[in-house]
């Protein structure tokens, strides 16, 4: 069983729908999650973490996260041609005080129609 | 602030060859880490460096070390390469402090795409 897994699509939805993108990881110890935005050609941004369970909203993408369930999810809403990239899903580890690590999905590509 | 740098962005090399690959953080990061990335596997975390020492490793072969410096500029090395190490070797630097494991967030630099042929 892969860490941290994705659905690698494509998911096409049209302009001004909501795109929901899925993400579970096999670690219960996982303590912090994020999402992550790559165009083709370019490297990740940051788009947003959580690490407690429940929503966190941040302009028209929420990040909903169930511990419970190993689960975590990315809302965008009004999706825009601009937001057709990879959406790359990671989990945070902490091993100790000092050492921790990044572990990512493979993504998901996102296609917005027009 | 300027983001991350990575030099080179782009490098061909042979079978055998070894190669270095620098990485300056965003100014104030002290957290560097670096990552691997091949269509077939994703993102495969190598190594992180925090204060000049290396904090975690990731399961590549000893032929792929690196390094910090106290400016918290990291290097990479890969020695004895193999036609599989062609990738992007993405560096990311993070707003940690000492006394603090910070909150994980990692900004990208833009990659050294590596060829070996």
């Known amino acids: 069983q892969k860490e941290v897994e994705q659905n690698s699509g494509p998911l096409s939805v049209p302009e001004g729908a909501i795109a929901s993108l899925n993400c579970t990881y096999s670690?219960?110890?996982?303590?912090?999650f994020f999402w992550y935005r790559q165009y083709s050609g370019k490297s990740p941004e940051l788009i947003m973490f959580?690490?407690?369970?429940g929503d966190k909203e941040d302009g028209r993408f929420t990040a909903q996260l169930n511990k419970a369930s190993q689960y975590v999810s990315l809302l965008i809403r009004d999706s825009q041609p601009s937001d057709s990239a990879t959406y790359l899903c990671a989990v945070r580890m902490i091993y100790t005080g000092t050492a921790s690590k990044l572990t990512f999905g493979t993504g998901t590509r996102l296609q917005v129609t027009l | 602030k300027a983001g991350v740098t990575q030099t080179p962005r782009y490098l061909i090399k042979t079978r055998g060859q070894q190669v270095t690959l620098s990485c300056s953080p965003i100014?104030?990061?002290?957290?560097v880490s670096w990552y691997q990335q091949t269509p077939g596997q994703g993102l495969q975390f190598l190594f992180e460096?925090?204060?000049?020492?290396?904090?975690n490793k990731g399961n590549f072969p000893g032929r792929f070390s690196g390094r910090q410096f106290s400016n918290s500029r990291s290097e990479m090395n890969v020695s004895t390469l193999e036609l599989g190490d062609s990738a992007l070797y993405l560096c990311a630097s993070s707003p940690r402090t000492s006394g603090s494991i910070g909150t994980g967030e990692l900004f990208f630099g833009e990659g050294s795409r590596l060829t070996v042929l």
């Open positions: 670690d219960r110890g996982s303590q912090s």
């Open positions: 100014s104030g990061h002290r957290s």
């Open positions: 959580i690490y407690s369970n």
């Open positions: 460096y925090f204060s000049e020492t290396q904090r």
